[in-house]
């Protein structure tokens, strides 16, 4: 007996298959402001679990600005502060298990902040406060040192759509000559 093995191949045009929608991973879009209750309480928390724990805050301000944003974002979004300089798949997931909310349990175990919200004293980017001067929360948040975007995902994110947008990191000395042009 033989056996015979026979080959076949179906084409099917591309208007059979369902049409798919893909999310273009490539847009930009725009972030919606926390709100100022969520802000104050994030700053209030930082402020307290600062002193608590003997952290600084970051020497700058535009850091401690950014993060602080992010878990009053994810505070009124999700309902917990959720580290905003990680990446998960599933927020509402993540929040919900508890391990990635501020203060995370690397933070509360090791003092190991990954958003530079918490810094130890002997750590190079810490600042000498445990309290937020008026108007660190303010227009400040644009202003991210070169050096310290690339150690964290958000701050990497913000550096990206400013160059996107051809606006690379600002200074006040930068703006000077716009200004008198």
């Known amino acids: 007996m033989t ?16 049409f798919r929608r893909h999310r273009n991973p ?24 600062a002193r608590k724990s003997g952290t600084y805050f ?6 401690t600005s950014v993060v602080i944003k992010g878990l009053a974002d994810h505070k009124d979004s999700l309902g917990a502060p ?14 919900a298990q508890g391990f990635w909310n501020c203060p995370c349990v ?20 810490a600042g000498d406060e445990q309290a937020l001067t008026e108007g660190v929360l303010g227009g400040e948040v644009g202003r991210v040192a070169p050096v310290l975007a690339q150690s964290c995902p958000i701050l990497e994110a913000i550096a990206a759509k400013k160059r996107l ?3 690379p990191f600002e200074t006040e000395e930068a ?3 716009l200004l008198q042009a």
């Open 82 to 95: 959720l580290c905003p300089c990680r990446h998960y798949d599933d927020k509402a997931a993540e929040a």
């Open 58 to 63: 970051c020497v700058d301000k535009g850091v």
């Open 175 to 177: 703006e000077a000559p």
């Open 26 to 49: 490539f847009v930009v879009r725009a972030a919606v402001e926390p709100s100022d209750k969520s802000v104050e309480i994030m700053r209030k928390f930082s402020e307290q679990y």
């Open 3 to 18: 056996t015979q093995a026979s080959t076949f191949t179906v084409a099917v045009h591309s208007s059979a298959t369902p």
């Open 165 to 167: 947008f051809h606006r």
């Open 106 to 125: 690397p933070m509360r175990e090791r003092k190991e902040c990954h958003c530079m919200l918490f810094l130890t004293p002997d750590n190079d980017f």
